[in-house]
């Protein structure tokens, strides 16, 4: 899982610092920007569950990594480092309590089959992070990115507050606004048109049993299973075991009481 995360972060880098399509102080500020608001996330969302929960865990270290790296992206080249902190600050709070309080509360969301809380990490953070760029987008790093003559229209709403043009960074806002609405829209119904066509070929979800009995009724063996755990099914796919052997009683009891006897 840590390294999963890790290659993930390295790539969001690229992801991110990419963006200009050069090589630019723009790039170089958007992959710093990334990499600060992803360690405050992560750190925030740890210290909130060292709070609330007793202590840290590597699950909520990625989660909160997954949502400043999500929140950061739109806003990677045209805010300040200062900036970058606030968002990640709140990348790492506010998607946290999406999760932890309002998932256990709203009963909409507890009827939503989102093993991975995909629309925490992702819509809650993605949202987020479109709001903040249209209350943190510097005009002078704007026109570094977006290489316009009209540089000065794309203003955030506090520095549309700082510069007497508080129209424009409420007019950069609503345009914010205006995006993430189309996106949500644009995925739900692309989405469930997916979701209509797959559902002719393979079910979208298992049944209640199958979901209750897990990966081993599935597929015949048990995911991450150490010391042969996963043979006690008797699968014979990727098994050093041929057809006509026996796996033996100490190998799978071996699984189950997490201790091997050696001879």
């Not at 050069?22 to 210290?47: P, Q, R």
């Not at 760029?133 to 700082?162: D, M, S």
């Not at 043009?165 to 950069?172: I, L, M, S, T, V």
């Not at 989405?191 to 393979?202: N, Y």
Request: net charge negative; aromatic share 10%; charged share 10%.
């Amino acid at each position: 899982m840590l390294a999963g995360a890790g290659l993930l972060w390295m790539g969001w880098t690229g992801f991110n610092g990419g963006d200009p399509y050069t090589v630019s102080v723009d790039a170089s500020l958007a992959v710093l920007n990334t990499h600060v608001c992803t360690a405050t996330s992560l750190l925030v969302w740890l210290l909130l569950d060292i709070i609330f929960f007793g202590k840290p865990s590597v699950i909520g270290a990625i989660q909160g990594m997954i949502t400043g790296l999500v929140c950061i992206t739109p806003a990677a080249g045209v805010v300040q480092g200062w900036a970058a902190i606030i968002m990640g600050m709140l990348s790492g709070s506010i998607p946290w309590y999406t999760m932890m309080v309002l998932h256990k509360k709203i009963s909409f969301l507890k009827h939503v089959d989102d093993t991975m809380a995909i629309f925490h990490t992702h819509a809650i953070a993605g949202s987020l992070g479109g709001i903040l760029t249209g209350i943190f987008a510097e005009p002078k790093l704007c026109r570094i990115f977006y290489l316009v003559p009209e540089w000065e229209h794309y203003i955030g709403l506090l520095n549309g507050f700082h510069n007497n043009r508080a129209g424009a960074g409420f007019k950069q806002l609503g345009v914010q606004l205006l995006g993430i609405l189309f996106v949500v829209f644009t995925n739900v119904i692309m989405t469930s048109i997916i979701c209509v066509v797959i559902k002719f070929v393979v079910p979208l979800r298992l049944s209640e049993e199958q979901l209750s009995t897990g990966d081993d009724a599935i597929h015949g063996e048990e995911a991450y299973a150490l010391w042969g755990d996963g043979e006690k099914y008797q699968s014979r796919h990727n098994s050093f075991y041929t057809a006509d052997q026996e796996i033996p009683q100490s190998t799978k009891s071996a699984g189950a009481g997490g201790q091997v006897e050696m001879a």
